[in-house]
């Protein structure tokens, strides 16, 4: 008899300590993080989500939780953070980091400090990231899906754009210049800052563009309008591919690099 109890004592035991460790993470946040550039990561990819505590600003963040999701997948990639509400700090400041990494070297990352109430906060958290090697550095995959390059193609008919930015410098306050997409016949077209232009615009079975044909009248004008127009019209000429977040457009060369970046024109 005594035995038997020894045993069931043991066990009782035992499920005190499951209950415990299962009573430690009393809370969640959930959400996703991603990115604008049309990258597809590579099936080695790894991405860190943390809970940390940012209060003080001269010493590391204690991190109250982290969820590992490897391998990560394409974006949006979703997440958990569990974590034990006796581990918040009254007056504290909690934020939400985000990481993927591809073979130990950081890719993306976020730049902007994800605030979070871990006691009070329902709602999922999204976390905008950054490319951490530079646009140039990592290319736009081969194997972007289809799908989303159909989606932003069915986008791009009919729509006008005014230029914001010219291989990554804002245009001079000035300077006119726009970009806009024929309805329905394949065509592009607009004012380059000083001449009217038009040209040609055929999308790939690859997820690629191609500009071409582009002619335009043959005004001259001061600079910056002119070295604005010959630059927007080398940009066309350049751009592979392109993205489309919210409001902007950006054009972007064969080697990852963004070439320029429109602002949406509102519809007349």
Known sequence: MRARSK?????AFS???MGGAAM????????????RERIALPDNAVATVSLIDVSLADAPAPTLAEDVIDPAGQ??????????????????????????????????????RIGVDPENHDAPVSVPLVNAR?????????????????????QLPGTSWTLVALGGEPIPDDVDATLIFGEDDGSVG???????????????????IEITEVFSTMMACQDPKMSTERGL??????????????????LIDEG????TEFAAQASE
């Open 7 to 11: 045993v069931l004592s043991i066990a």
């Open 15 to 17: 499920v005190l300590l």
């Open 24 to 35: 430690a993470d009393d809370m969640t946040i959930t959400g996703d993080i991603s990115y």
């Open 75 to 112: 974006v949006p990639i979703g997440f958990i953070l569990n974590f034990d509400s006796a581990d918040i700090v009254a007056g504290h400041s909690y934020a939400v980091s985000a990481r993927i990494e591809v073979d130990g070297e950081l890719w993306f990352i976020n730049d902007t």
């Open 134 to 154: 530079g646009v140039s550095d990592t290319p736009v995959a081969e194997d972007a899906t289809d799908e989303a390059v159909t989606d932003e193609a069915a």
């Open 190 to 208: 607009g004012n380059g800052g000083c001449n009217s232009y038009g040209g040609s615009i055929a999308y790939q079975e690859d997820g690629t």
């Open 233 to 250: 019209f080398d940009a066309l000429g350049a751009a592979t591919t392109y993205a489309i977040e919210g409001e902007t457009l950006t």
């Open 256 to 259: 990852g690099t963004v070439l």
